[in-house]
């Protein structure tokens, strides 16, 4: 009866972390612009393509958004974008499947999917 009342009590109040909701990209003149909505954490942004390294333009964000130009060459039709809480996924591979960016509080949205 203890394990169970503690079971129950762990799964009650287990968090994930911090996790992304509303994740859009638009393409623009010239940039991108991705935006999310979420808890106020520092968040990591990934520029990820098939077959290649990620690519950090972390330092790019401002609160909870990022404009790319593409006069940087970061990005091209391919591209998508992932964000995940910074904090929560220290030393943890960018997320490439959808079970661990669940898992990383993550979220990824691709530049086909832009409006």
């Known amino acids: ?5 503690v079971m129950i009590v762990h799964a009650v ?4 972390p911090p996790a992304v909701r509303d994740l859009a990209v638009e393409q623009g003149s010239g940039n991108v612009h991705v935006s999310w909505s979420g ?4 968040w ?3 520029v990820v393509e098939p077959g290649t390294k990620p690519v950090d333009v972390t330092g790019q964000a401002r609160g909870t958004e990022v404009w790319l130009p ?3 060459g970061l990005y091209d039709a391919d591209s ?9 996924n220290q030393g943890k591979a960018v997320p490439t499947d959808a079970g661990t960016r669940s898992a990383q509080g993550a979220d990824q949205v691709c530049l086909g999917d832009a409006g």
């Open 39 to 42: 808890p106020d954490v520092a």
């Open 1 to 5: 009866m203890v394990v169970a009342v």
């Open 44 to 46: 990591s942004v990934y």
């Open 80 to 88: 998508c974008f992932v964000v995940r809480a910074t904090a929560a």
């Open 13 to 16: 109040t287990a968090e994930g």
């Open 70 to 72: 593409a006069s940087g």
